[in-house]
């Protein structure tokens, strides 16, 4: 059982940057593989970026070369640095965890989210 709460969210202007933090709580933490996603006002919600337990990342090309994720295990929080930010990346921003993903960007992959922070950017 993993327990995940993400802080960090909050308003900022186009072209600023906000970095959230996913607390993780729970036995097995560094075995799972682990992801943020993001749901916006009226669409579905999509893959950001994913980071296995072997370090392998992989981001969606929305945000490649503005978003790095980043995890660290020993104070069992994940991590999205968010530079250069657009209003298009306004949304709701959950972490997700589990063991063996396969399709990074299915929601369906996961098993455990977190209660998700909004991330507003004005224009």
């Known amino acids: 059982q993993v327990h995940l709460v993400e802080s960090g969210g909050g308003s900022v202007q186009a072209g600023g940057s906000l970095r959230l933090s996913c607390a993780a709580s729970g036995a097995g933490y560094n075995t799972y593989d682990m992801a943020w996603f993001r749901r916006a006002p009226g669409k579905e919600r999509e893959g950001v970026a994913f980071?296995?337990?072997?370090?392998?990342?992989t981001y969606a090309e929305s945000v490649q070369g503005r978003f790095t994720i980043s995890k660290d295990n020993a104070v069992t929080t994940l991590y999205l640095q968010m530079n250069g930010l657009k209003p298009e990346d306004t949304a709701m921003y959950y972490c997700?965890?589990?063991?063996?993903?396969?399709?990074?960007?299915?929601?369906?992959?996961?098993?455990?989210w977190g209660q998700g922070t909004q991330v507003n950017v004005s224009s």
């Open positions: 997700a965890a589990d063991a063996g993903v396969d399709l990074w960007w299915d929601v369906q992959e996961y098993h455990y």
């Open positions: 980071i296995d337990t072997y370090g392998k990342i």
